[in-house]
């Protein structure tokens, strides 16, 4: 199995470090694209670089459009953009794709491939909203990061791997991140 993950300027990388993590140890092979804002956000909000993810993860630069997965010939099983800045929700929603992760995307949609969606932004504005319509008639999920509660968490990992256990489920990935309702 074969997934990309686009790392952009909104506030959660935590998600997509985490979600990086867990694929690697799964034996997924990965994908990752970052924005400049999203590396400048996970060195702030994590405290880490993008060279580091290199260990769990093949790291593709946002501006090389030569990459395999700008073109829709190379075969992956889909995308996830985590977390989802809403300048990168306005890129995906109108096509664009004059950066491999809007390229990527646009792939996506046009294959008929899986594309997550994890927006974070509050509160949203109606050109947010139109945009995260615009990409789900397109075909894409909208997992907003909005985690759920009910499991009772304590700790931010249980909030992260809540976010992330329903981005795996998505893509049909098996994986032990959270007690699911109903378990014991
Ligand atoms: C610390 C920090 C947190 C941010 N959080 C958000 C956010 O949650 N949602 C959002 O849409 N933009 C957020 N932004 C703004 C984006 O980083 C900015 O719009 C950027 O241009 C997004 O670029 P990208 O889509 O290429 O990653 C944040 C910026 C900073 C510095």
Same mark, same amino acid.
């Given at each position: 199995m074969r +997934?990309?993950?686009a790392v952009t300027g909104a !506030?959660? !990388?935590i998600y997509a470090y985490s979600l990086i993590r867990s694929l690697?140890?799964?034996? +997924?092979? *990965?994908?990752?694209?970052? *924005?400049?804002?999203?590396e400048n956000v996970l060195r702030y909000e994590c405290g880490l670089e993008l060279q580091e993810i290199a260990e769990y993860a093949t790291?593709? !630069?946002?501006?090389?459009l030569f990459a395999p997965v700008a073109s829709g010939s190379f075969c992956t099983d889909g995308m996830v953009v985590i977390p989802c800045s809403m300048? *990168?929700?306005?890129?995906?929603?109108?096509?664009?794709?004059d950066t491999l992760l809007s390229r990527a995307a646009s792939v996506m949609l046009k294959e008929k491939r899986r594309l997550v969606i994890v927006p974070r932004e509050s509160p949203l504005h109606i050109i947010h909203l139109e945009n995260m319509l615009r990409v789900a008639r397109a075909g894409a999920d909208i997992m907003p990061a909005s985690p759920g509660f009910y499991n009772h968490p304590s700790e931010i990992w249980e909030l992260v791997n809540f976010m992330n256990a329903r981005v795996l489920d998505a893509f049909g990935i098996e994986h032990e991140l959270m007690k699911r309702w109903g378990e014991a």
């Open positions: +997934i990309i993950v !506030s959660g !990388s690697h140890q799964l034996g +997924i092979e *990965t994908y990752v694209i970052a *924005t400049g804002a999203g790291v593709l !630069s946002n501006q090389d300048n *990168t929700l306005g890129a995906i929603a109108n096509g664009m794709g």
